[in-house]
Protein backbone atom coordinates (compact mmCIF):
# COMPACT_ATOMS: atom_id res chain seq x y z
CA UNK A 1 0.00 0.00 0.00
CA UNK A 2 1.45 3.71 -0.94
CA UNK A 3 1.59 6.01 1.84
CA UNK A 4 2.79 9.83 1.65
CA UNK A 5 3.08 11.00 5.21
CA UNK A 6 4.33 14.56 6.01
CA UNK A 7 5.55 15.88 9.41
CA UNK A 8 7.21 19.09 10.26
CA UNK A 9 4.53 21.79 9.98
CA UNK A 10 3.99 24.02 13.21
CA UNK A 11 3.49 28.26 13.86
CA UNK A 12 7.18 30.39 13.31
CA UNK A 13 6.80 33.73 13.16
CA UNK A 14 7.61 35.85 9.93
CA UNK A 15 11.67 35.27 8.89
CA UNK A 16 12.12 32.30 10.98
CA UNK A 17 12.65 28.54 9.34
CA UNK A 18 10.82 25.13 9.19
CA UNK A 19 11.67 21.60 7.59
CA UNK A 20 9.08 19.84 6.63
CA UNK A 21 9.42 15.70 5.51
CA UNK A 22 7.40 12.97 3.44
CA UNK A 23 7.81 9.45 4.59
CA UNK A 24 7.29 7.81 1.57
CA UNK A 25 6.56 4.17 1.41
CA UNK A 26 4.80 1.38 -0.40
CA UNK A 27 6.44 1.57 -3.83
CA UNK A 28 9.65 3.16 -5.69
CA UNK A 29 9.69 6.40 -6.84
CA UNK A 30 13.02 5.73 -8.47
CA UNK A 31 12.34 7.10 -11.34
CA UNK A 32 9.29 9.83 -10.73
CA UNK A 33 8.15 13.63 -9.97
CA UNK A 34 7.80 14.41 -5.82
CA UNK A 35 7.03 17.29 -4.79
CA UNK A 36 5.05 19.52 -2.03
CA UNK A 37 2.11 21.82 -2.88
CA UNK A 38 0.35 24.25 -0.67
CA UNK A 39 -3.32 24.89 -0.06
CA UNK A 40 -4.84 27.95 2.00
CA UNK A 41 -8.96 27.54 2.32
CA UNK A 42 -10.97 28.79 -0.89
CA UNK A 43 -8.13 28.79 -2.98
CA UNK A 44 -6.67 26.30 -5.42
CA UNK A 45 -3.58 23.75 -4.73
CA UNK A 46 -0.45 25.08 -5.85
CA UNK A 47 3.21 23.49 -6.90
CA UNK A 48 5.83 24.81 -4.22
CA UNK A 49 8.73 22.62 -5.62
CA UNK A 50 9.24 19.11 -7.06
CA UNK A 51 12.31 16.80 -7.74
CA UNK A 52 12.93 14.31 -10.25
CA UNK A 53 14.97 11.18 -9.37
CA UNK A 54 18.44 12.82 -11.01
CA UNK A 55 17.55 15.29 -7.88
CA UNK A 56 17.12 18.43 -10.42
CA UNK A 57 14.42 20.56 -8.57
CA UNK A 58 11.77 23.53 -9.93
CA UNK A 59 10.07 25.61 -7.96
CA UNK A 60 7.48 28.02 -7.65
CA UNK A 61 8.51 32.22 -8.01
CA UNK A 62 7.48 32.72 -4.24
CA UNK A 63 9.76 29.96 -3.20
CA UNK A 64 12.94 30.81 -5.17
CA UNK A 65 15.61 31.93 -2.73
CA UNK A 66 13.99 30.58 -0.04
CA UNK A 67 12.78 27.13 0.12
CA UNK A 68 14.99 23.97 -0.69
CA UNK A 69 13.72 20.48 -1.81
CA UNK A 70 15.85 17.35 -1.13
CA UNK A 71 15.80 13.66 -0.81
CA UNK A 72 17.33 11.17 0.38
CA UNK A 73 19.42 8.88 -1.91
CA UNK A 74 16.70 6.47 -1.57
CA UNK A 75 13.70 8.43 -2.52
CA UNK A 76 11.89 7.54 0.98
CA UNK A 77 11.95 10.79 2.39
CA UNK A 78 11.17 14.31 0.63
CA UNK A 79 12.06 17.24 2.48
CA UNK A 80 11.39 20.99 2.10
CA UNK A 81 13.68 23.28 4.09
CA UNK A 82 11.71 26.70 4.55
CA UNK A 83 13.90 29.50 5.20
CA UNK A 84 12.61 33.54 5.51
CA UNK A 85 9.11 32.66 5.92
CA UNK A 86 6.33 35.17 5.33
CA UNK A 87 2.81 35.17 6.89
CA UNK A 88 1.70 34.58 2.74
CA UNK A 89 3.02 31.27 3.70
CA UNK A 90 0.56 29.71 5.42
CA UNK A 91 -0.84 26.53 4.41
CA UNK A 92 -1.55 23.19 4.50
CA UNK A 93 1.57 21.69 2.62
CA UNK A 94 1.28 18.04 0.67
CA UNK A 95 3.63 15.86 -0.32
CA UNK A 96 2.84 14.26 -3.57
CA UNK A 97 4.14 11.84 -6.38
CA UNK A 98 3.78 11.52 -9.72
CA UNK A 99 4.17 7.35 -10.99
CA UNK A 100 2.39 8.15 -14.07
CA UNK A 101 5.43 9.91 -15.40
CA UNK A 102 9.47 9.56 -15.42
CA UNK A 103 10.07 13.14 -15.56
CA UNK A 104 9.27 15.97 -14.23
CA UNK A 105 7.43 18.96 -16.55
CA UNK A 106 9.30 22.11 -16.75
CA UNK A 107 5.68 23.44 -18.10
CA UNK A 108 3.67 21.41 -16.45
CA UNK A 109 5.15 20.29 -12.91
CA UNK A 110 2.25 22.80 -11.12
CA UNK A 111 -0.78 20.68 -12.03
CA UNK A 112 -2.18 19.12 -8.99
CA UNK A 113 -3.64 16.64 -11.38
CA UNK A 114 -0.23 15.20 -12.86
CA UNK A 115 0.51 13.64 -9.13
CA UNK A 116 -1.92 10.54 -7.82
CA UNK A 117 -0.58 9.83 -4.26
CA UNK A 118 -0.65 12.65 -2.14
CA UNK A 119 -0.23 12.54 1.87
CA UNK A 120 -2.91 13.80 4.21
CA UNK A 121 -1.09 17.46 4.76
CA UNK A 122 0.52 19.06 7.55
CA UNK A 123 0.07 22.51 8.53
CA UNK A 124 1.79 25.98 8.16
CA UNK A 125 1.14 28.66 10.11
CA UNK A 126 3.46 32.15 9.77
CA UNK A 127 2.85 34.72 12.48
CA UNK A 128 3.44 38.61 11.49
Known amino acids: QVQLVESGGGSVQAGGSLRLSCAVS????????MGWFRQTPGKEREGVAV???????WYAESAKGRFTISQDNARNTLRLHMNSLKPEDTAMYYC??????????????????????WGQGTQVTVSS
Open 96 to 117: AVDNWRTYCSTDFWRVPGRYNY
Open 26 to 33: GYSYSRNC
Open 51 to 57: IDSAGNP
